[in-house]
């Protein structure tokens, strides 16, 4: 196979695969394992090569970025597309994968009160493209655990909030999501340390987001994944059931 051809495949340019060859850039995971697939290279030396790609990506163990950065969008959609499950824990605002419009504008234009309408206008137009992770022919297994303060609290008023949690409601529903709420009335559990996402990838490394603040951090460590999968587990044993979350939301749409 030429470099030309192989470029096309992986869908990167020709020049891309050529600096790899050459040892002048250093391509990432997902893109050793597409030119191992093209190259029919399987078995044992599969596995050695693909352990040498992933102990580089984790040398970095914790990436943090800007909020809304162009680094972190393009590391979102990468972890999205190459993820066959997610766990998200949002205890304060509905999760990016099932906001409306509007709430999303609100939560962008409060993050970042200083943005233009237009700038506020495209960062939500993002958020809500990547929401073809849920829907597309061959869906990421979203499991969402969101605290009951994000569904009783009324950003963006309360009309924006009651179209939010009927779209929240109806995207329960679909065949790849799993909404699950966490009561306020609990005894201390590890989400209370702040709001995660777990992207399982099969044999591509687990990442663990941990948004804070003002910026974002992508962990690699499988040691820190674990953990996170624990705080999950933990989530798990002390959330309503997807039938009674249902019921809750339904509530309190009928009092909005």
């Known amino acids: 196979m030429t470099m030309r051809k192989l470029a096309e495949l992986i869908g990167v340019s020709h020049a891309t695969v050529s600096r790899w060859f050459n040892g002048i850039a250093v391509p990432d995971v997902d893109q050793v394992s597409a030119v191992l697939t093209h190259l029919g290279v399987n078995g044992d030396e599969r ?15 914790d990436i ?15 972890l999205e597309r190459t993820a066959h499950t997610v766990v998200e824990w949002s205890p304060l605002l509905v999760p990016e994968l099932l906001r409306t419009a509007n709430y999303g ?19 939500t137009t993002l958020m809500l493209g990547r929401q073809n992770a849920i829907t597309r022919e061959d869906p990421v ?11 009783i609290s009324r950003i963006g008023g309360q009309a924006t909030m009651a179209g939010q949690l009927r779209y929240l409601l109806t995207a ?24 995660f996402s777990i992207y399982e990838r099969g044999e591509l490394p687990t990442v663990i987001r941990i948004k804070r ?5 992508f962990a690699h460590d499988p040691n820190v994944a674990q953990e996170y999968r624990k705080i999950a587990k933990e989530l798990g044993s002390i ?14 749409i009928n009092e909005l």
């Open 47 to 61: 596995t050695k090569i693909l352990n040498l790609a992933i102990r580089a990506a984790a040398a970095p163990a």
């Open 141 to 151: 297994r979203l499991t969402a655990f969101v605290g009951v303060a994000a569904v």
């Open 239 to 252: 959330a309503m059931s997807p039938d009674q979350s249902r019921d809750c939301l339904n509530t309190v």
């Open 105 to 123: 504008r609100a939560t962008v234009a409060g993050e970042a009160p200083t943005l233009k309408d237009a700038e506020v206008d495209h960062l």
């Open 213 to 217: 603040y003002h910026d974002t951090a």
């Open 64 to 78: 943090a970025e800007t909020n809304n950065s162009p680094a972190q969008f393009k590391e979102l959609l990468t």
């Open 172 to 195: 329960s529903r679909l065949e790849a999501v799993t909404v699950r709420l966490v009561p306020i009335e609990t005894d201390w559990h590890g989400g209370l340390l702040g709001p």
